[in-house]
């Protein structure tokens, strides 16, 4: 496809560090609108709700690459982990958030809401997925884990996008336009996944017959 060889010609000049500069972009206005006061009369909330959101959606980012490359055409492969790493970022911004504006580093409490509310333990869940997730986001993880392991425990991100989906639907409490469109995006980027692993399986089996 034409487009998506422009496409893909443009994504390989664009410099890696370049995604990081641009992915940090939401955080520094989200922090310029803290300090103008613009955020309305709960700006804490509106910190944190942005936050998590802006993290879910780089999350949802680096998952669609693969559906893009299989079925438009269009490689941004190079561009994935940085879409994976500022994910994490955002998550953990919105953890710490969590922690100072709501709880003030009160931990008793904080765990005693993490074990009380459905959506904060799921939250939680969602972060310890992503967790090994930043820590191997290097060639040297690859090196040393292998590529085949290496891929398994990044699965991990499918786990993490659920998680992710389901703690922002429960803390919402009702279908939101967004929360709708957001955790119906992450659950069609797994079904895709789904269907490719199956259509494989049964191509083996053919194979082998």
Same mark, same amino acid.
């Given at each position: 496809?034409?487009?998506?060889?422009?496409?893909?010609?443009?994504?390989?000049?664009?410099?890696?560090?370049?995604?990081?500069?641009?992915?940090? $972009? /939401?955080?520094?206005?989200? $922090?310029?609108?803290?300090?103008?006061?613009?955020?309305?009369?709960?700006?804490?909330?509106?910190?944190?709700?942005?936050?998590?959101? *802006?993290?879910?959606?780089?999350?949802?980012?680096?998952?669609?690459?693969?559906?893009?490359?299989?079925?438009?055409?269009?490689?941004?492969?190079?561009?994935?982990?940085?879409?994976?790493?500022?994910?994490?970022?955002?998550?953990?911004?919105?953890?710490?958030?969590?922690?100072?504006?709501?709880?003030?580093?009160?931990?008793?409490?904080? $765990?005693?809401?993490?074990?009380?509310?459905?959506?904060? *333990?799921?939250?939680?869940?969602?972060?310890?997925?992503?967790?090994?997730?930043?820590? *191997?986001?290097?060639?040297?993880?690859?090196?040393?884990?292998?590529?085949?392991?290496?891929?398994?425990?990044?699965?991990?991100?499918?786990?993490?996008?659920?998680?992710?989906?389901?703690?922002?639907?429960?803390?919402?409490?009702?279908?939101? /336009?967004?929360?709708?469109?957001?955790?119906?995006?992450?659950?069609?980027? $797994?079904?895709?996944?789904?269907?490719?692993?199956?259509?494989?399986?049964?191509?083996?089996?053919?194979?082998?017959?």
């Amino acid at each position: 496809m034409p487009g998506a060889e422009a496409l893909n010609a443009a994504a390989r000049r664009v410099p890696r560090g370049a995604i990081y500069v641009l992915g940090a $972009l /939401p955080a520094v206005f989200l $922090l310029q609108g803290l300090f103008a006061g613009s955020l309305g009369p709960d700006p804490a909330k509106v910190v944190e709700r942005e936050l998590g959101l *802006t993290g879910l959606q780089f999350l949802m980012a680096a998952l669609a690459i693969t559906p893009l490359r299989r079925i438009a055409g269009i490689n941004f492969i190079r561009h994935r982990r940085a879409l994976g790493l500022l994910a994490f970022f955002y998550i953990v911004l919105h953890l710490a958030a969590w922690v100072v504006l709501d709880f003030n580093l009160l931990w008793g409490e904080m $765990l005693r809401d993490i074990l009380k509310r459905p959506y904060i *333990t799921v939250g939680m869940l969602g972060f310890a997925a992503m967790l090994p997730l930043a820590v *191997t986001a290097n060639d040297a993880a690859i090196r040393r884990m292998g590529a085949a392991a290496w891929q398994r425990l990044h699965r991990l991100a499918y786990l993490a996008a659920l998680a992710g989906a389901l703690h922002f639907l429960l803390l919402v409490k009702t279908l939101t /336009p967004s929360a709708v469109l957001h955790a119906g995006a992450i659950l069609m980027l $797994l079904a895709l996944r789904v269907g490719w692993a199956i259509r494989r399986g049964r191509i083996r089996t053919l194979r082998g017959a």
